[in-house]
Structure formats: C-alpha cells, structure tokens
C-alpha cells in the first residue's frame, strides 16, 4: 500500500500563499503520476492539479487555479508540492495528493476516480 502524507496547510487571508507537500514513503514517487486534490464539506472531490511520472512530466490544472496554483517534483526529495498564490475563500477544503503507477495510466488525469491511494489530507483555509 502506498504511503503519502500531505503537509503545508493552515489559515490564510486571501491573495497569501501556501505551498502543500506531499510525501511518500516506501516508494519513489518517480514513477507515479500524482494528482492534487480537494474537497471542502458538502462538496465533491474536485481535480486541483496533476503532474505525471518523470518520465514525461506533462502536467493539468482545473479551470478554477489556471494561472494561481503551481505543481512541481522534486526527486532528490522524493516529493510533489503544490505552490498555491492568490488563494480565495473558495479555496477553502482539505486538499489530498493522491498516486498512480505510471505502468496503469498514461498520463496524470484531473479524474479523482483513477487513482487508488491518497493520504490524510492537509487543511487549507481561506479566511480574513
């Protein structure tokens, strides 16, 4: 079973930043494409942002953080983040990342419902 853990939420006033990270233990993130996602309550799942394996590095974002939300790797570090500017109340939910072999998916997708293993969650609010 993959092992992720989110890390870098917290309370922010809107137009601040935050930089999420997600971690992975007993594997190399490499070779998975990973995908960002959220979900604030009352709500579903919502596909912030994606980046696939090394290998080619392709990357997605949803309509809703073009231009604001940054996704990245860093292999040395074993470790995907999620760099978010100008963040709006709307921005509000816990945000997961979540993996899927490279082997079982050609390229990271913003659909929540292909990948298999995610982490805890970290909390982000936006709030003045």
């Known amino acids: 079973q993959l092992q992720l853990v989110e890390s870098g939420g917290g309370l922010v006033q809107p137009g601040g930043s935050l930089r999420l990270s997600c971690a992975a233990s007993g594997f190399t993130l490499n070779y998975y494409h990973i995908l960002w996602f959220r979900q604030a309550p009352g709500k579903e799942r919502e596909g912030v942002s994606c980046?696939?394996?090394?290998?080619?590095?392709?990357?997605d974002y949803a309509d809703s953080v073009k231009g604001r939300f940054t996704i990245s790797r860093d292999n040395a570090k074993n470790a995907v983040y999620l760099q978010m500017n100008g963040l709006k109340p709307e921005d509000t939910a816990v945000y997961y990342c979540?993996?899927?072999?490279?082997?079982?998916?050609?390229?990271?997708?913003?659909?929540?419902?292909?990948?298999?293993?995610w982490g805890q969650g970290t909390q982000v609010t936006v709030s003045s």
């Open positions: 979540a993996a899927k072999s490279r082997l079982l998916l050609s390229v990271c997708v913003l659909s929540t419902g292909r990948y298999d293993s």
């Open positions: 980046i696939s394996s090394s290998s080619s590095g392709t990357t």
